[in-house]
């Protein structure tokens, strides 16, 4: 049954475990001002559905908890936004089933609901020592486009992927699925991948050691990143893609056992993922993930303040 | 599983269907500037619970996504709203699954999911011409303690009832999973009772009368809406019954067949209903819920406007 009743009814399927999160996007926190209504809700739905790339699940419903400001609550907002939540729903076959409109500041509040069979979600606890560290796509995408959208400025030529990066961030739900008894954890890119990378070391009481020159970096962002030096911007856009967040690609872990499976998916095309570390036994927790050179020499990284639009 | 991976895993019960239903409340809207974190918390869950309520559906888990401005995230602010929610979770064994902190202005959003077996949901559509309507408790609670909130003024010497009516109202949980394979139709009011009776109505394909002088009214609201006259008195407790709101007591509908079942859960004291109007045959769209004086003549009711705290 759809919407209309004080709460949606759902039928499940049999034998599936039911999986699900929710995020709430605030303006002025997770979007600019400046976003259009369609942006906004293309981003809120993209980045729960990725929760549920993370944990392996086929998405299948979502609520929408609205908040929006009186100015705001009006045809012409309602359609573009609806048109966008439209767009990324029919793409990835998750229905709308319920929720609630409110007004106040604006901010959106999406809980999607997805499933797996019994037992088989992925999850952030089950890296073992010398699984193999992987990352989907490439990183720093969506720091390199909040910088673009908060400078003001066109800093490259075409900035339509960088932007449509950040406003439609396109969430690995294929490849969750296919890592389904492949990999032995996995978390999507939210907060950066030392930040998430590192969640996933503490839930499987291990370390990591990632190497600097195996992140995937788009060149679109290279030329974004280019400082007084090469070597100042090699570190900047190493700083974007390890603290930056926003990139909502997968984190995870392989086992050499699973390996020669996950390179086959990756050689024949049916996932983007590239290798960029090692599982180590557990050590200190302030040096939980280790980021080397070439020469397997630690490299001192330091957070950047990344401030958002707050 | 519980709280830490980017999605809660859930286990449904073989053979039940998944309510899900979201709320939101807003500062300054849902609740005043006033109100304690525990308030706040407590009101977010029961109204949530409410809805699952109206859907004969037993609770089962929720998620809790919290909006909070710098100046309250605080380990006191939390305390205090983590203790409300607990008392509420653990009363009603709703089990907290995810969610998701953010800041921006004060607002909470909870989602919650419960189950039925299969195909015995209460609905809205299902009201038959001739079946009896009842609603539980007493109403008006709900705008009588918004006058106690918004007047500053101690109007009657203990609020202790009201106030909690309003920061606690008692979802009504137990009476709809007694109610399933009872009622025809169900919802919860927090509309009003004539707002949320004309959605059984349009849902239902049929119209309704209610009669005045059996709405449930409390002692200390009537002594709230003491006026001029004993006239102008009555008139406002009803207004406050029939269009206040924020009550989420329930209102149902009983077939004939049926109605000796529940007549004997009112008389045993295992529901506390009471009878209020009967469903008449659909009639015109602008008079769905018609209300009668003792004599049977139809009152002139207008919709005041109810500006919470907006």
Redesign the interface.
């Given at each position: 049954?759809g919407i209309?009743?004080?709460?949606?009814?759902?039928?499940?399927s049999?034998n599936?475990?039911?999986?699900?999160?929710?995020?709430?996007?605030?303006?002025?926190?997770?979007f600019p001002d400046s976003a259009s209504p369609r942006d906004i809700a293309t981003r809120a739905l993209c980045v729960n559905l990725?929760?549920?790339a993370?944990?392996g699940?086929a998405p299948k419903?979502f609520?929408?908890?609205l908040?929006l400001p009186r100015e705001k609550a009006n045809a012409h907002w309602l359609a573009d936004f609806s048109s966008g939540l439209g767009e990324i729903a029919n793409q990835h076959h998750v229905a709308l089933?319920?929720?609630?409109t409110?007004?106040?500041?604006l901010?959106i509040?999406i809980?999607?609901?997805?499933e797996?069979p019994?037992g088989q979600?992925l999850?952030?606890a089950g890296a073992a020592v010398g699984d193999r560290i992987f990352v989907t796509g490439t990183l720093a995408d969506g720091a390199a486009a909040l910088k673009l959208i908060t400078s003001n400025r066109s800093l490259i030529s075409n900035s339509d992927r960088l932007l449509s990066r950040f406003y439609k961030p396109e969430p690995q739900i294929q490849t969750g699925l296919k890592l389904r008894g492949l990999a032995s954890a996995c978390?999507?890119i939210s907060d950066g991948l030392l930040a998430d990378l590192g969640h996933i070391c503490r839930?499987s009481a291990v370390a990591a050691t990632v190497s600097a020159q195996s992140v995937p970096i788009a060149d679109d962002v290279i030329a974004l990143c280019s400082s007084h030096t090469a070597a100042q911007s090699a570190k900047q856009c190493l700083d974007w893609a390890l603290f930056g967040g926003d990139d909502y690609q997968l984190c995870f872990t392989v086992s050499g056992e699973n390996l020669p499976a996950v390179e086959h998916l990756i050689a024949t095309g049916q996932i983007n993922a590239t290798q960029i570390g090692v599982i180590d036994p557990p050590r200190d927790t302030t040096n939980l993930v280790r980021v080397v050179d070439s020469h397997h020499n630690a490299i001192n990284v330091d957070k950047q303040g990344f401030d958002h639009f707050?």
């Open positions: 049954m209309g009743d004080d709460a949606a009814v759902l039928n499940p049999p599936q475990q039911i999986l699900i999160a929710s995020d709430t996007l605030v303006e002025g926190i997770h990725s929760d549920m993370a944990m699940a419903w609520t929408l908890a908040t089933v319920g929720g609630d409110t007004r106040g500041p901010a509040t809980t999607v609901l997805g797996t019994s979600s999850t952030r978390i999507d839930a707050g």
